[in-house]
């Protein structure tokens, strides 16, 4: 192929999700959790669990790191996040911010955001920074209630369930 304009084929990907992840460094308190996720994430790059199809890291400034997946569903997302080792981080991260804000956003071809901020210093982050706030409890405390929740709202995806 030449280079140039060029696009991609998601067919294969009906269910694709696309997560971009970010962790930033509130304190000098933050640096031990910031190297643990980063063990954690080098596991993932070593042994990547199912339905983990691409990672990238980036970094949005010197003391906030930015990591995007793709999934290949959000069924094996869910999953993942429910075993160890991602349980673990999540679990300990989640009682002890330890200086540090981590959020991530959730984007399903099929239809359906959400997004969660924990620890984060200002409010207008990613979508945080047009979409109205919201606590999250009841059906907003998990991510599959807030992609449920907000497919509710928007509707029908705009693309037919099967291809063939």
Not at 140 to 163: E, N, T, V
């Given at each position: ?12 990907y009906p ?8 962790f ?38 010197w003391?906030?790191l ?21 349980a673990?981080?999540?679990?300990r ?7 540090a ?6 984007y ?6 959400e ?23 009841g ?26």
């Amino acid at each position: 192929m030449t280079q140039g304009r060029r696009t991609v084929d998601l067919s294969p990907y009906p269910d694709l999700v696309m997560i971009l992840l970010g962790f930033r460094l509130r304190s000098l308190r933050a640096v031990p959790t910031f190297f643990r996720l980063g063990r954690g994430f080098a596991e993932i790059a070593r042994h990547p669990p199912e339905g983990l199809l691409a990672s990238d890291n980036f970094l949005f400034g010197w003391n906030h790191l930015g990591i995007r997946q793709y999934w290949r569903d959000m069924e094996t997302l869910s999953r993942f996040t429910r075993t160890s080792p991602h349980a673990g981080w999540w679990g300990r991260y989640a009682t002890n911010f330890g200086g540090a804000g981590f959020w991530h956003e959730v984007y399903c071809a099929r239809g359906g955001v959400e997004a969660l901020y924990l620890g984060m210093p200002e409010t207008g982050f990613g979508l945080g920074r047009f979409a109205r706030a919201a606590r999250p409890e009841g059906p907003l405390k998990s991510s599959a209630g807030r992609i449920a929740a907000d497919r509710a709202h928007r509707g029908p995806a705009p693309f037919p369930a099967s291809h063939e």
